[in-house]
């Protein structure tokens, strides 16, 4: 069964402590991994697809990493707006629609100032 | 600024009550889509609708229905809410060949139903 599972559930930080999520899926064929940001009261919003193992994309201080089994996105000195909860999905290989896409639940990141 | 809103934020509702959950997009998108969000769980879909009258069932389509009657509008409707249906509804429209990374996501609707 295609499954995706974030670690950790919640994850607190000190401003500027650096720290990794990570994202671990089974799936039988890998079309794209995806990182989404949702803050308290809004909907996700996109960050970042990653195709194929070894790619890396990055936007300020997230970095996001593939292998063949699981995906990190490494925050870099983070700042307390980072706070958010950050969201992972993958679609198997063969389907393109936003319809066939599987969320895992979610890691819920704290920064204090 | 492209848009996707959603008629409530918050809704209560009592069990056995026929519930509305509408929304609304202005990007001229073909998909528009329902998700629940649940602790724990993730974003599961419930309907999607691919053009006008259109709609296809998602993962967890049972004790909902939808409606999609103009292309910017699209309707999530609970026929007859029950406690296990308290959960974020979150809608989203795409592209008509757009993949997960061009969905646009409103704010969501937080349902209980005592």
């Known amino acids: 069964e295609d499954q995706v599972t974030q670690s950790p559930e919640a994850l607190r930080l000190q401003e500027g402590e650096s720290s990794s999520l990570n994202c671990s899926y089974t799936v039988s064929g890998l079309r794209g991994l995806f990182w989404y940001r949702q803050d308290p009261g809004k909907g996700p919003e996109f960050l970042f697809t990653?195709?194929?193992a070894g790619e890396e994309k990055e936007k300020e201080r997230l970095k996001a990493t593939l292998t063949k089994k699981e995906s990190f996105l490494h925050i870099t000195a983070p700042k307390p707006e980072d706070s958010a909860t950050y969201l992972c999905a993958v679609q198997e290989s063969g389907y393109s629609s936003a319809s066939k896409i599987i969320f895992g639940s979610g890691t819920r990141l704290s920064i204090r100032p | 600024d492209v848009k996707v809103t959603q008629s409530s934020r918050y809704l209560v509702k009592r069990t056995g009550e026929k519930v509305f959950l509408e929304c609304v997009q202005d990007m001229d998108h073909e998909n528009m889509f329902w998700y629940r969000q649940d602790p724990g769980l993730g974003l599961r879909l419930i309907y999607f609708?691919?053009?006008?009258?259109?709609?296809e069932k998602g993962d967890i389509p049972e004790g909902y229905s939808v409606s999609r009657e103009k292309k910017e509008r699209f309707s999530l409707i609970l026929e007859s809410a029950s406690t296990n249906q308290t959960s974020m509804y979150l809608c989203?429209?795409?592209?008509?060949?757009?993949?997960?990374?061009?969905?646009?996501f409103g704010p969501g609707t937080r349902l209980l139903v005592l």
């Open positions: 990653l195709y194929s």
């Open positions: 609708s691919y053009d006008v009258k259109m709609k």
């Open positions: 989203a429209s795409s592209p008509k060949t757009g993949g997960p990374e061009t969905q646009y």
